[in-house]
């Protein structure tokens, strides 16, 4: 995947790495790493936690938990990568665009995602994706991360939601 975003972004000079927040933190700074590894040049990253931009606010209830948001500096012509661990409906990516757009106007945003699952509700596709899962509907992937969860794994729970 880091091959990919380097790829993507046609090298490194203008490439800010951007996670949300939880395990999409994790997973961008690891490319970043890599990245960092092969090319030799420190990539800026950051974090970003949607949740006040979720368009589902309400249904979170009353005190919704809200992490860090961190950026390093203007993204004004920037290459911004959104990193994340599971693509599904395209809110969360939604509601990342709309934070970014409060922080500058990046000359291009990709995605980059470690899971795929399908069943979009917005016209959002990722730029790079780990792999492509198919899912249903009642289907749950979950990413655990050796950072948060003390290893890594992917999961899918077939007809875990009702």
């Given at each position: 995947m880091a091959v990919a975003v380097i790829e993507l972004a046609h090298?490194?000079?203008?490439?800010?790495?951007?996670?949300?927040?939880?395990?999409?933190?994790?997973?961008?700074?690891?490319?970043?790493?890599?990245?960092?590894?092969?090319?030799?040049?420190?990539?800026?990253?950051?974090?970003?936690?949607i949740t006040l931009y979720r368009d589902d606010l309400q249904t979170v209830g009353p005190k919704p938990v809200i992490g860090e948001t961190r950026l390093p500096g203007d993204l004004t012509g920037k290459h911004a990568v959104i990193v994340d661990d599971v693509l599904y409906t395209g809110r969360t990516v939604r509601a990342a665009l709309d934070e970014l757009a409060d922080f500058g106007r990046p000359k291009r945003i990709s995605l980059c995602v470690l899971v795929d699952r399908g069943g979009r509700e917005l016209p959002i596709q990722a730029d790079v994706v780990g792999k492509v899962v198919k899912t249903g509907p009642g289907d749950v992937v979950e990413v655990q991360v050796a950072e948060l969860d003390g290893r890594d794994q992917v999961d899918v729970v077939r007809g875990a939601r009702q």
């Open positions: 090298g490194t000079d203008d490439l800010v790495l951007i996670g949300i927040q939880r395990r999409g933190v994790e997973l961008a700074e690891r490319i970043a790493k890599l990245i960092e590894q092969q090319e030799g040049v420190l990539v800026p990253r950051g974090a970003l936690d």
